[in-house]
């Protein structure tokens, strides 16, 4: 008796892709080459496959042509790499040419803390525009449960493709760690989930090609949720520890001494330490999508909103403190000098998005403080209203500061220089502890 094959004639296509993808033949646009976008394209084009990164933003797609990076984790070196493999454009009818899209568009908060869906809907429909028979569609960016299926699903099947016979739609979330140097993402799991069986395998198929590891899960809601419980739980665990720093300093404790010591423990705590806020794309964000979706199916979320409500409020927090340190040398903030370092959100990564220091900055320009700032990866500060150029570090710009608020521990800052030309330093990082600088005009948060 001939042996039956496991699939049906209607799954063709599934087969063609697999087929496709298995042997690298099949061709990979990444929509959206940002932080996300990029170093994926890059390492698909890298493994061999044909790769077309697709962006509306045309400075970036020049400057990709010449060879020219953006991101910090990848480097020009890497772009040239990679020429005659990657093909950056901004011609949107290389998304009808390509087996497979992935999909890395922003999703920011709107004014309201709503979830702002537009890069989602715009990139869907410009997929949509351009849909064949044979193509899988992966999004990467996050977003809340159910955004895969009941927001982008249907706008495909207006065009007439059935999904897991003509088209196939999956999510998985990026874990991606900008400036990490330890851990490339190629080493970090891969969390696939589909619409349907063939998209989910589809997937992950496909990811094999360039991670170490791919786990699948079984359905595009599990994967969307994976990311918001891995974000959701660094928000509240960083706003548990905001809520210890602020006790402990009432209670006249060193709050960065009881987290070494409570790491010890081999078993049942993780160390996460408090700082001037929350930035970036990620953690401000996410909560507040799935608290948002929490409560359209009628489910009200205390931890979350409670840490991100912690975490929004230590800007101002530190501003007090700023107020307290100053008072004790008998001064205020108004009129006083007050050089803040690093604006960044985070260590080493020049990016602004959602940045502590730039509420930082406000507060004290609505104090009046005499506000300079100085950071190595930011030259100028244009944004929210601030106009600010970095000052350069020196002994003599140092010494005329009243206050110095370090709010970003650049790994480039020089920290004993710094520490030994300054009168007054308050640390939200513990940075100077950190590299080894002990002083008595350091006061830690
Ligand atoms: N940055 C991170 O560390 C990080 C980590 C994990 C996940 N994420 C998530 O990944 C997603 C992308 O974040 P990012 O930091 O890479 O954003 P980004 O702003 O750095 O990059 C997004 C890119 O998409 C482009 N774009 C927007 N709309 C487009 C469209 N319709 N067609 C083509 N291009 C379009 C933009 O021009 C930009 O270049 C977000 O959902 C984010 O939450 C980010």
Same mark, same amino acid.
């Given at each position: ?167 196939? &739609?999956?999510? #998985? ?5 900008? !400036?990490? /140097? ?7 799991? @891969? $969390? ?95 909560? &507040?999508?799935? #608290? ?5 199916? !009628?489910? /009200? ?7 991100? @409500? $912690? ?135």
């Amino acid at each position: 008796m001939a042996i039956q094959s496991p699939y049906k004639k209607e799954h063709t296509m599934y087969k063609q892709l697999l087929k496709l993808i298995q042997s690298k033949k099949s061709k990979v646009c990444v929509l959206g080459l940002g932080y996300v976008g990029l170093p994926i394209a890059v390492e698909f084009a890298k493994k061999g496959f044909f790769v077309y990164g697709f962006d509306t933003k045309r400075s970036r797609i020049e400057k990709l042509q010449k060879g020219i990076s953006y991101i910090d984790d990848i480097s020009n070196k890497h772009i040239k790499a990679v020429i005659g493999k990657f093909h950056p454009t901004h011609d949107v009818k290389v998304l009808s040419e390509a087996d497979v899209i992935i999909i890395c568009v922003p999703t920011p908060l709107r004014i309201n803390k709503a979830p702002d869906m537009s890069f989602i809907l715009k990139a869907t429909c410009s997929v949509a525009d351009h849909l064949r028979p044979g193509q899988l569609i992966i999004l990467e960016s996050t977003t809340y449960p159910g955004t895969t299926r009941d927001i982008m699903l249907p706008v495909f099947k207006r065009k007439g493709l059935v999904p897991e016979k003509d088209f196939f &739609l999956a999510f #998985s979330p990026e874990r991606i760690d900008p !400036g990490n /140097k330890k851990c490339h993402f190629t080493k970090i799991p @891969k $969390i696939a989930g589909g619409t349907g069986v063939f998209s989910g395998k589809l997937a992950v198929v496909l990811y094999s090609k360039v991670i170490d590891k791919v786990v699948q899960v079984s359905s595009a809601e599990s994967a969307e949720m994976v990311k918001l419980l891995e974000n959701t739980f660094r928000n509240v665990n960083i706003g548990l520890v905001n809520e210890f720093a602020m006790l402990c300093d009432k209670l006249n404790i060193d709050i960065w001494e009881v987290i070494e010591a409570a790491k010890t423990k081999p078993f049942g705590f993780m160390p996460f330490y408090p700082g001037p806020g929350i930035g970036g794309h990620c953690l401000p964000c996410d909560p &507040l999508y799935l #608290s948002w979706k929490a409560k359209k199916i !009628g489910f /009200k979320t205390s931890m979350i909103n409670l840490a991100s @409500k $912690i975490n929004f409020l230590m800007p101002g927090y530190v501003i007090e403190r700023a107020k307290r340190i100053l008072h004790k040398r008998k001064s205020g903030l108004k009129g006083a000098r007050v050089l803040v370092l690093g604006v960044t959100y985070k260590r080493d990564i020049k990016d602004l998005r959602e940045s502590p220091a730039l509420n930082v900055i406000e507060i004290l320009q609505n104090e009046k403080a005499k506000i300079s700032y100085s950071d190595p990866l930011i030259p100028y500060l244009d944004i929210n209203g601030i106009n600010l150029k970095s000052t350069e570090i020196n002994q003599a710009n140092l010494k005329k500061q009243d206050l110095i608020i370090l709010i970003t521990d650049h790994t480039k800052f020089k920290y004993s220089f710094i520490a030994k030309h300054s009168r007054l330093i308050f640390d939200t990082r513990n940075a100077f502890f950190t590299h080894n600088v002990k002083s008595a005009n350091i006061v830690k948060l």
